[in-house]
């Protein structure tokens, strides 16, 4: 089978030799397609392909015409909005991702930038201190538990929402306050860190309603996706409540608008970097890889996230 990695974000050197020894042992061939610039190098790249593992990178129904042999694509890391899921499953097409093992890396970036806003972006003057305050996790996933175990290790009460856990046990084993609905959940914390996915639910969900509930100092921290915010009504949130802070990960759309009108109160990161450490690249990697092969032996689908 030939598994091509086809990344316009390439993995580090690192994680693209492991995933290299992982193909070849097992038998396959490995083709390899780094920052490219124009879809049409991916296009021609997936002629022949069998598999695929990607970062960020779009698969469109474009791209899946273009790929006949295509039996599983793997997206190295946890968000899988990038793939045209119906154009895949149309063709029989497995998609996975793989899940947890970037975890730590955004969540660490999470907690990183929570102290860069409460110490007013590391420039002199007073800031304040996240010990002793609430933070609000919005999705218990892979990302938002270990938010919540790095914000309880530095002092922090600990609140949590997400209404496909219902099981109280599971926030409660971890000390965790959980919380029934999104709107408490904003109202009770001065931190909120944001870890929903992008889906036909959650996009646009986060605005003005929900941010001016926040108490004084109310500062939210965003490493899951831009969608997910109404960005006019984060602006008017920031324009009418000047204790509002927001820092992010994937920069908004209207991002040096703010940047110019709310200064340090409005952080993002210049290019996406939440999952970018050699530790994390090198999981993800790996995973896919592993997937992949173990997928062309025993049929293995358990990270599969399509139906057909
Ligand atoms: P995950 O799949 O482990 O967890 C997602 C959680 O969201 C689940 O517990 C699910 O129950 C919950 N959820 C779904 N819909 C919800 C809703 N409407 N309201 C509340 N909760 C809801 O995912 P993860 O690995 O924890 O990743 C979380 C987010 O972080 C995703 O959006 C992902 O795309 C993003 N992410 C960003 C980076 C980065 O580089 N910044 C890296 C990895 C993941």
Do not use: Q
């Given at each position: 089978m030939k598994i091509l990695v086809a990344t316009e974000k390439p993995f580090s050197t690192e994680a693209v030799k492991g995933i290299e020894k992982i193909v070849s042992d097992a038998g396959h061939n490995f083709a390899l397609l780094e920052?490219?610039?124009?879809s049409s190098q991916l296009l021609e790249a997936v002629g022949d392909a069998d598999a695929l593992i990607i970062r960020s990178d779009k698969v469109t129904g474009e791209v899946v015409e273009a790929?006949?042999?295509?039996r599983i694509v793997v997206r190295?890391?946890?968000?899988?909005?990038?793939?045209d899921l119906k154009a895949c499953s149309a063709r029989k097409i497995v998609v996975m991702n793989t899940p947890g093992q970037n975890s730590n890396a955004v969540a660490e970036l999470a907690i990183g930038m929570m102290i860069y806003m409460a110490r007013n972006?590391?420039?002199?003057g007073t800031g304040s201190e996240i010990h002793g305050k609430t933070l609000g996790i919005h999705a218990y996933g892979n990302v938002g538990k270990l938010v919540a175990r790095y914000g309880k290790a530095l002092g922090m009460e600990v609140l949590a929402y997400d209404p496909?856990?219902?099981?109280?046990a599971v926030f409660e084993a971890d000390g965790v306050m959980p919380i029934g609905s999104v709107e408490e959940l904003y109202s009770q914390s001065r931190y909120v860190s944001l870890h929903i996915p992008a889906t036909d639910q959650t996009?646009?969900?986060?605005g003005y309603d929900l941010l001016t509930s926040m108490p004084k100092g109310g500062t939210l921290i965003n490493t899951?996706?831009?969608?997910?915010?109404?960005e006019a009504g984060l602006a008017w949130a920031l324009e009418e409540r000047p204790d509002l802070k927001y820092a992010t990960d994937i920069a908004a759309g209207n991002q040096a608008e703010l940047a110019q009108k709310f200064g340090k109160r409005v952080f993002g990161t210049a290019?996406?970097?939440?999952?970018?450490t050699a530790e994390a690249n090198m999981n993800a990697g790996l995973a896919a890889a592993r997937q992949i092969v173990d997928f062309f032996e025993s049929g293995n689908t358990r990270f599969q996230v399509n139906n057909f």
């Open positions: 920052k490219y610039t124009d790929a006949p042999n295509l190295a890391g946890a968000g899988y909005d990038n793939v972006e590391f420039s002199p496909f856990i219902t099981d109280k996009r646009g969900s986060i899951a996706r831009k969608e997910v915010i109404d290019k996406k970097m939440g999952a970018e």
